[in-house]
């Protein structure tokens, strides 16, 4: 059997304070990356080491949001090969809750989803009135989609063909 290459931790000693949960990254480059549960105030503080953010809509409908920050690099990378790997363990650690809710019997939640797969960590979620945008730390509300798609093409230099298609989280 072939062991997977993420692997979730949990550290059983940790006190209330300190992160319980870790993941293991075991092929190249190899790291270990703490996953903490944030408030939503607390997504514009960016970490000076590579993460990513799950925003996670447990099944009785509310939102969790965790932060997967890396604690340990085992060998010599570039930040970028780390955020590679970063972004499928955010996925491996969504398939982690929902198979514990499954277990506990539960509904299962979903992530709110990335804008589109060019774009990881790109998230916008529309309700009646608002535009939300959250990237790489940075949130952004708009009342309108035309100075939502002004501030993504002109503040975070996202090209306007690359904001063609992608997925809107649409609450109420």
């Known amino acids: 059997m072939k ?9 059983i000693m940790a006190k209330d304070d300190q992160p319980a949960e870790y993941i293991l990254h075991n092929h190249h480059p190899r790291f270990l990356a703490k996953v903490e549960e944030l408030d939503f105030d607390e997504l514009e503080n960016r970490p000076e080491k590579p993460f990513t953010d799950i925003i996670y809509i447990n099944g009785q409908g509310t939102m969790i949001i965790f932060r997967i920050t890396l604690t340990e690099l085992y060998e010599r ?23 514990i809710e499954k277990e506990d019997g539960v509904k ?3 992530p709110v989803k ?3 797969q060019e774009l990881p960590g790109l998230k916008i979620l529309q ?16 009342s309108s ?4 798609d002004e501030f993504l093409e002109h503040d975070l230099n996202i090209e306007p063909e690359m904001l063609d298609h992608g997925v809107i989280n649409q609450f109420e």
Do not use: H
Not at 3 to 11: A, G, R, W
Not at 78 to 98: C, G, N, S
């Open 3 to 11: 062991t997977s290459k993420y692997l979730i931790c949990n550290d």
């Open 77 to 99: 990378a570039e930040d970028d090969d780390v955020l590679d790997e970063l972004f499928p363990a955010r996925d491996y650690y969504i398939r982690y809750l929902q198979d």
């Open 108 to 110: 299962q939640g979903f």
């Open 114 to 116: 990335d804008f589109s």
């Open 127 to 142: 309700s009646s009135n608002t535009w939300t945008v959250i990237y790489n730390g940075v949130i952004a509300e708009f």
């Open 145 to 148: 989609e035309e100075d939502m």
